[in-house]
């Protein structure tokens, strides 16, 4: 079945780049997504990448896709401490693009002063 | 984009008792969902709701327990029935529209049950 994994922690300090790993097993999925959540608050699109390529940058944000080993990372750089929050990795739930998601564990992004 | 609006957005409620939790969207959606979010936890998928139908539940989710509707394009209730402390969580409403790849959620509804 479709499961998607990630890594529960991330601490780094202010300035530094920040690297959050997912897996996923569902080859099929045509897009994979980042999600931010904030203490309190609802989950937010950060980033997408569609599973025809490889890269996507975003100002700060990159996204790296390998689909041979099924894995997705999201890099953060100059992480600032209003990057603090939970980092979800999510693939589409099965075949049709309808917005319904299967998620990550998600990882919680700690950035010390 | 799709702008969503829940209520309450927290709510400290008696075991035994049922609370309905609103989601608006401001636009019509094709598709409509509500997620779990258990403390610690990611997000489960509760069902998706089908507007002028019964909502299709995933595993582990029964109608009784978690009655749905969907009257229309932009508006779903999720109603949490016959509370228990295990039921405190994190609700969601979350929309998209089919052939869309985005998904736009609510900021969640924080519901405590003591």
């Known amino acids: 079945g479709e499961d998607v994994e990630q890594s529960l922690f991330l601490s780094v300090r202010e300035g530094d780049s920040s690297v959050i790993n997912c897996t996923y097993t569902?080859?099929?999925?045509?897009?994979l997504y980042w999600y931010k959540q904030e203490p309190g608050a609802g989950l937010q699109l950060l980033t997408y990448?569609?599973?025809?390529?490889d890269m996507k940058q975003d100002q700060r944000l990159t996204v790296l896709l390998n689909k041979k080993d099924k894995h997705l990372s999201l890099r953060i750089a100059d992480t600032q401490t209003g990057d603090s929050a939970i980092y979800f990795c999510?693939?589409?739930?099965?075949?049709?693009?309808?917005?319904?998601?299967?998620f990550g564990q998600g990882t919680t992004l700690q950035v010390k002063p | 984009s799709a702008v969503i609006s829940q209520k309450p957005s927290r709510d400290i409620c008696q075991r035994g008792t049922s609370l309905t939790i609103q989601c608006q969207v401001d636009?019509?959606?094709?598709?409509m969902f509500w997620y779990r979010q258990q403390p610690g936890q990611s997000l489960t998928l509760i069902a998706t709701?089908?507007?002028?139908?019964?909502?299709?539940?995933e595993s582990g989710f029964v109608i009784d327990k978690f009655p749905i509707s969907r009257p229309n394009l932009t508006f779903s209730t999720l109603t949490v029935s016959n509370m228990s402390p295990e039921d405190s969580s994190i609700y969601l409403c979350?929309?998209?529209?089919?052939?869309?790849?985005?998904?736009?959620f609510g900021q969640g509804t924080r519901l405590t049950v003591v």
């Open positions: 990448i569609f599973s025809n390529m």
């Open positions: 709701a089908n507007q002028g139908s019964e909502a299709t539940y």
């Open positions: 636009s019509q959606v094709t598709m």
């Open positions: 999510a693939e589409p739930h099965g075949s049709s693009n309808t917005g319904k998601l299967i």
């Open positions: 979350s929309a998209g529209r089919t052939g869309g790849f985005e998904a736009f």
């Open positions: 569902d080859s099929s999925s045509t897009y």
